[in-house]
């Protein structure tokens, strides 16, 4: 069975933080403020480097979306966060009076907020369109809301929607996609007017903009047409020609669609000016009713096999298969598909000189590199490393790239920048790279999180390591547990346990073969629901998307335990999946619920037990009740239990006391801030505190270089250091001994090393002291801190200290480190300085060739393209650019790259740009650069251009009609003192790069 979640949503399942860079001038890069954003060429605001997105320090994000000027996130407890241009409703906020306006007069939000009437879905993934969202919830459940001029959000009543002051319909607010019921969706992609959902079992079904062949149905005979005869999809239709192959994934272009297969196959259908299909060449083609070669029957990619990961940008596609290897086809025009010769014979190039390339390639560049992520934008392509490293390349116009500078890249024919070659992205503060993804010209990368405690505690979760006592569930199944985390993380546990022991009734059970622990009954519980119920009590925290509680009455259970031993920070979050549960079966509407209102549904009404019962219901002209009072001493009367089913219960006097009296009462009213801090920093303090008892330890650690003594917990430290696993865990004698000598480490050291181990406690932007740790962390396998003395070194790397770290990493196997630390010296600009360093000097002789091997082989930067690439300068026809305003409503870019000559229907009445994907076979025309610059149009209030709405209106710029320019101007550190140097130690453990573990936990 496939994933619920797409390829790649397991790399970052523990949430990261957001950076985000590129276009920014309709707030979609989440910064409170624009005013201060550098201005590009243009005079437009942008963000040349990843910067974090500061309003999500303290969420954890796993999901990631963007789309023309608007942006979307899902936290890992399965929250949506949205951002950025909001004039179709792309957002899913009903309230857009309140945001901030542009020039022109349209809204955009421009710093996260969450999508409230979403609140209480647990979505697990999402995709964004041009000007129209989707969202996925746990359940398989689509929602879709924005911009809908072309079907594109498949609720068939289109003509019934709101219209926008240009007669767009469009969605306020997020709706399900009713025809896809009964299928359970298990993943879902966007172009820019069109939508793809693809089913567990592999179905693909595809709605929106058609006439390029993008929704893979060759007859669009019976689709609806819009106004200019172009055919649209309203509603989701399984693609016939797929039936017979299990899809798992599937991506979208401007009016192309690739899908893979359980097999590693790719197939691809839709608009194929430029070679994105990557089928056949172009002139043996179909054309279509505008003269545009398509193909819209799914045929196999040529030369592709074991496939697991898929991209769109506008007119071209990537792939990555299962080992790695990054292959791109399609349109070259602002060097997206990372060729690094401009001449390459295997390009061709159309009458007018835009280059393409038919057929996969392997992108040479990057062959040494095991890609694990990729995301293209409408001319630029992003693709991230196993070890974590960025790369990107194409269009640069809005740096979208991320390199800070464009300095001495090459520029087409209008001035504008491009990266023909893959380039290192290195502004993330040493970070590593989880996730990407691309908007048009904007970016977002998902890294490494700061903390790590919590995953590390939760592998002690029924873990027989070291347990010291055991519950047994309500079916009789033994779970493993250790009482010095319930002692500071559940006390009113720890304090039932203890007494049960004292009472001496209690039976064993036998743990690593030989150890006998105490074994208590939880007779009330069941073995799923006590599973997350300690989930919650190791990490004090619960991830929706993921935990194993399937069924309402087991989050009731989960509930009761949480009140019956006084974990309040649990409640507030049994809360929240109650609202789940009833919400999915849509028993629960936030939105419009009052629970004391007698006219709402009995089964929103499923936790109250509402006193006063009256046979004469209030009709809906009546006013409501007055909240009751549920004391169980306010009176006698008979009462009234509302069942989740839709049915009532009705108790007698007594019943109803009694029930009172032994049931709960649930307030679901409830409502949390948008961005508030989720127990970030709870868990470590319970953890320092339990560093601090000494009641508790049962082990001495002793640093041997000085005979300072430190207590600590055997069960703790092996949850984070494979060394102590290895040390307690085995037939060595301080397995049973309270007391371990520790070589070669000072106890200032020492301490330091515990109080990352129990609160992630390390000093962020010191160099010194990820120099003195990483051996230490290395020698005893924390891999966890290892990994983020990585970082600041990466971060703080300079000429003066690059030899040395160089030389560390290679001696303590921190390969990512090693490579961005030769890959710095090896610089150019760098080089020649490095090597007059005393740094350098000191280092091993063999170190030293590599050095100088690697800066003599290191790739010279891509030449120069025989003659610049064409701008847009043919493209700029008086009666094309008025075509694409009169009808810039019509899903798509209306203008993401050219105009249509006279007479031509623009591409944006068709689902896409004109340019970058449709040229009309005859002339095979207008693919030029400017698809890769913030804006070559006015926006489409149901599509958009590469730009959406522009919030700053320099001098001389003409706003399109949606703000968009036109084309002829655009397109907990510790204070501690500095510690000794280190001697130096290979490690005793199996020295894995420590990345791996992080980053390589998607599919292939």
């Known amino acids: 069975m496939p994933e619920r979640v797409p390829h790649g949503a397991q790399v970052c399942q523990m949430g990261g933080n957001v950076h985000s860079w590129g276009s920014g001038e309709m707030g979609q890069l989440g910064f409170p403020s624009?005013?201060?954003?550098?201005?590009?060429?243009?005079?437009?605001?942008?963000?040349?480097?990843?910067?974090?997105?500061?309003?999500?320090?303290?969420?954890?994000?796993?999901?990631?979306?963007?789309?023309?000027?608007?942006?979307?996130?899902?936290?890992?407890?399965?929250?949506?966060?949205?951002?950025?241009?909001?004039?179709?409703?792309?957002?899913?906020?009903?309230?857009?009076?309140?945001?901030?306006?542009?020039?022109?007069?349209?809204?955009?939000?421009?710093v996260p907020l969450l999508v409230s009437s979403l609140q209480d879905v647990c979505i697990v993934q999402i995709a964004c369109g041009d000007a129209h969202t989707v969202a996925l919830s746990r359940e398989g459940v689509l929602y879709s809301w924005g911009g809908g001029g072309c079907g594109q959000l498949g609720h068939s009543e289109t003509s019934k929607m709101p219209k926008d002051e240009d007669g767009c319909p469009y969605q306020l607010t997020p709706r399900v996609v009713e025809h896809l019921r009964p299928h359970v969706v298990a993943t879902v992609a966007c172009g820019k007017a069109h939508t793809i959902a693809v089913s567990e079992r592999g179905r693909m079904f595809t709605w929106g903009a058609g006439a390029c062949g993008q929704l893979g149905h060759p007859d669009t005979s019976s689709f609806p047409s819009d106004e200019d005869?172009?055919?649209?999809?309203?509603?989701?239709?399984?693609?016939?020609?797929?039936?017979?192959?299990?899809?798992?994934a599937t991506a979208c272009g401007d009016v192309h669609t690739l899908a893979l297969t359980d097999d590693g196959y790719v197939y691809s259908f839709g608009g194929g000016s430029y070679g994105q299909l990557g089928v056949k060449d172009v002139l043996t083609m179909p054309v279509d009713a505008d003269n545009c070669p398509y193909m819209p029957t799914p045929q196999p990619v040529l030369n592709l096999g074991n496939i697991v990961r898929l991209a769109c940008g506008d007119s071209h596609s990537l792939t990555v298969d299962r080992d790695g290897r990054l292959y791109c086809w399609g349109a070259n025009s602002c060097g997206q598909l990372g060729i690094m010769n401009p001449d390459d014979p295997r390009i061709r190039k159309d009458p007018d000189g835009i280059p393409h390339l038919p057929t996969p390639a392997i992108v040479e560049a990057l062959a040494d590199q095991r890609i694990i992520?990729?995301?293209?934008?409408?001319?630029?392509?992003?693709?991230?490393s196993a070890t974590g490293n960025l790369y990107s390349w194409g269009a640069c116009s809005c740096g979208q790239l991320g390199l800070g500078s464009c300095e001495g890249m090459p520029v087409d024919s209008d001035g504008y920048p491009y990266q023909p070659t893959p380039t290192l992205v290195t502004g993330f503060r040493g970070q590593a790279?989880?996730?990407?993804?691309?908007?048009?010209?904007?970016?977002?990368?998902?890294?490494?999180?700061?903390?790590s405690l919590a995953l590390s505690l939760s592998s002690l979760v029924n873990s027989e390591t070291l347990a010291d006592v055991a519950f047994r569930s309500s079916e009789g199944s033994v779970l493993y547990a250790h009482l010095c985390i319930l002692k500071h993380n559940?006390?009113?546990?720890?304090?039932?346990?203890?007494?049960?022991?004292?009472?001496?009734?209690?039976?064993?059970?036998?743990?690593?073969?030989?150890?006998?622990?105490?074994?208590?009954?939880?007779?009330?519980?069941?073995?799923?629901?006590?599973?997350?119920?300690?989930?919650?009590?190791?990490?004090?925290?619960?991830?929706?998307?993921?935990?194993?509680?399937?069924?309402?009455?087991a989050v009731l259970e989960l509930y009761h335990l949480g009140d019956r031993f006084n974990l309040t920070n649990l409640l507030p979050k049994c809360r929240r999946l109650i609202r789940q549960q009833l919400g999915k079966q849509n028993l629960y509407r936030p939105s419009t619920l009052n629970l004391f209102d007698t006219r709402s549904s009995s089964a929103a009404r499923s936790a109250l037990l509402f006193r006063g019962y009256q046979e004469d219901v209030p009709s809906d002209e009546s006013p409501a009740p007055a909240p009751p009072d549920f004391s169980p001493g306010a009176g006698d009367g008979w009462g009234i239990f509302f069942l989740p089913t839709g049915q009532a219960l009705v108790l007698d006097d007594v019943a109803y006391r009694e029930t009172l009296a032994r049931g709960t009462l649930?307030?679901?009213?409830?409502?949390?801030?948008?961005?508030?801090?989720?127990?970030?920093?709870?868990?470590?303090?319970?953890?320092?505190?339990?560093?601090?008892?000494?009641?508790?330890?049962?082990?001495?650690?002793?640093?041997?270089?000085?005979?300072?003594?430190?207590?600590?917990?055997?069960?703790?430290?092996?949850?984070?250091s494979s060394y102590f696993r290895a040390l307690f865990s085995s037939e060595f004698r301080e397995r049973s001994e309270g007391r371990v000598l520790l070589e070669d480490i000072t106890f200032e050291q020492l301490i330091l090393l515990l109080n990352f181990i129990y609160a992630d406690d390390w000093l962020a932007e010191d160099a010194d002291f990820a120099l003195d740790m990483i051996p230490i962390a290395d020698r005893f396998s924390v891999l966890d801190l290892k990994r983020l003395c990585e970082r600041t070194l990466i971060g703080a790397m300079s000429v003066d200290n690059v030899a040395r770290v160089f030389a560390l990493a290679d001696k303590y196997s921190c390969n990512r480190l090693r490579s961005r630390a030769l890959l710095f010296m090896t610089d150019s600009a760098?080089?020649?300085?490095?090597?007059?360093?005393?740094?350098?000097?000191?280092?091993?002789?063999?170190?030293?060739?590599?050095?100088?091997?690697?800066?003599?082989?290191?790739?010279?930067p891509a030449p120069p393209p025989s003659e610049p690439l064409p701008g847009n300068s043919a493209t700029n026809s008086k009666a094309g650019q008025s075509k694409m305003r009169d009808h810039r409503h019509r899903g798509g870019s209306a203008g993401a790259g050219t105009a249509r000559p006279p007479g031509a229907n623009a591409a944006g009445l068709r689902g896409g740009s004109s340019s970058s994907s449709c040229a009309p076979l005859s002339t095979l025309t207008e693919a030029s650069t400017t698809q890769g610059r913030a804006s070559d149009g006015p926006q489409a209030p149901c599509g958009g251009s590469s730009s959406s709405s522009t919030l700053f209106s320099p001098q001389g710029a003409r706003p399109g009609p949606r703000g968009g320019t036109s084309p002829e101007l655009r397109s907990g550190g510790l204070e501690v003192p500095r510690l000794p140097p280190t001697p130096g130690r290979s490690s005793i453990t199996d020295q894995t790069n420590s990345d791996v573990r992080f980053f390589e936990l998607g599919p292939g």
């Open 373 to 384: 992520d990729i995301a293209c934008g409408e001319a630029h392509s992003l693709a991230v």
């Open 229 to 248: 005869g172009y055919p649209f999809q309203p509603v989701p239709r399984e693609v016939d020609h797929l039936k017979d192959f299990k899809v798992i």
């Open 830 to 860: 760098n080089f020649h300085l490095v090597m007059k360093t005393a740094s350098f000097a000191e280092l091993d002789k063999a170190l030293i060739l590599q050095i100088l091997h690697s800066h003599k082989t290191a790739p010279a």
């Open 666 to 720: 649930l307030d679901l009213q409830d409502i949390e801030a948008p961005i508030k801090d989720e127990d970030a920093t709870i868990l470590e303090d319970h953890m320092r505190q339990m560093l601090a008892d000494k009641e508790s330890c049962d082990v001495t650690l002793v640093a041997g270089l000085e005979s300072d003594e430190v207590a600590a917990h055997k069960c703790v430290l092996a949850s984070r």
């Open 34 to 110: 624009l005013e201060d954003l550098p201005k590009d060429q243009d005079g437009y605001p942008y963000e040349p480097t990843a910067s974090v997105i500061k309003e999500f320090k303290q969420i954890k994000i796993c999901q990631i979306a963007g789309g023309d000027g608007h942006t979307a996130a899902v936290t890992v407890h399965g929250k949506l966060y949205s951002w950025g241009a909001s004039a179709c409703g792309q957002l899913g906020h009903c309230d857009t009076a309140q945001m901030p306006k542009d020039v022109e007069g349209y809204p955009y939000q421009p």
């Open 433 to 451: 790279v989880l996730k990407v993804a691309c908007g048009g010209v904007h970016n977002l990368a998902i890294t490494e999180p700061d903390q």
């Open 490 to 553: 559940a006390l009113s546990l720890h304090s039932y346990v203890m007494a049960q022991l004292e009472g001496g009734t209690n039976s064993s059970v036998v743990v690593d073969g030989e150890q006998q622990i105490p074994l208590v009954a939880l007779a009330n519980a069941r073995k799923e629901v006590l599973l997350d119920f300690m989930q919650y009590v190791y990490t004090l925290d619960i991830d929706a998307a993921t935990m194993s509680l399937s069924s309402f009455s």
